[in-house]
């Protein structure tokens, strides 16, 4: 089964199964009739390697909202869509979450590109690992953050994390860093 297909089936899941609440007895708690759910979710997620999900329910007024995002190039959306789609659904008037987001995206950037302006200070110049690069190659498991897999290319090291794969190069001593990935 192609991942596409298992995506679809996943979405299609988590609708009939949020669809399952939606027609619970009314008498029911909200906790009663989420119960499964978080773990139900939290797998679509990592089925799908997705970084980004909202979900809310606004029981009184039969209103459950949730959205998937896919790609961590859209992550940020979902909170002002969710926010936008409630205030829809309600009647409210609209708020310009598009523009409030993007204020926080380009002060987050802002803050980055300032970072990474002065990476390299302490960096100590003409030094080598304190191994040979086969020393650091292998799986390093973090209980809240998973597994990291670190690679040897011919010249460098490489590092895959959830997907996210990138060449670390020697900074000093025993410090391999990323480069710089800032996108436009």
Do not use: C
Not at 34 to 47: C, I, R, T
Request: proline share 4%; charged share 25%; no cysteine.
């Amino acid at each position: 089964m192609t991942a596409s297909i298992r995506a679809t089936f996943s979405l299609i899941a988590a609708l009939v199964f949020t669809s399952s609440i939606a027609v619970a007895q009314q008498q029911a708690s909200v906790e009663d009739r989420l119960k499964g759910f978080d773990a139900y979710m939290e797998q679509v997620m990592k089925d799908w390697n997705a970084p980004g999900i909202g979900i809310g329910i606004v029981p009184n007024d039969g209103i459950g909202v949730i959205v998937l995002v896919i790609g961590d190039h859209v992550a940020s959306l979902y909170n002002g869509l969710t926010y936008d789609i409630y205030e829809r659904l309600l009647g409210l008037s609209l708020t310009p979450w598009s523009e409030r987001y993007n204020e926080v995206r380009l002060k987050n950037k802002a803050a980055g590109t300032k970072a990474r302006a002065v990476a390299d200070v302490g960096r100590v110049p003409d030094t080598k690992p304190s191994h040979p690069l086969d020393d650091y190659v292998g799986e390093f498991m973090h209980p809240a953050y998973g597994v990291v897999t670190v690679a040897r290319g011919d010249k460098e090291l490489s590092f895959d994390f959830h997907g996210i794969k990138m060449s670390l190069s020697h900074f000093h001593y025993d410090r391999f860093d990323t480069p710089d990935d800032e996108e436009d």
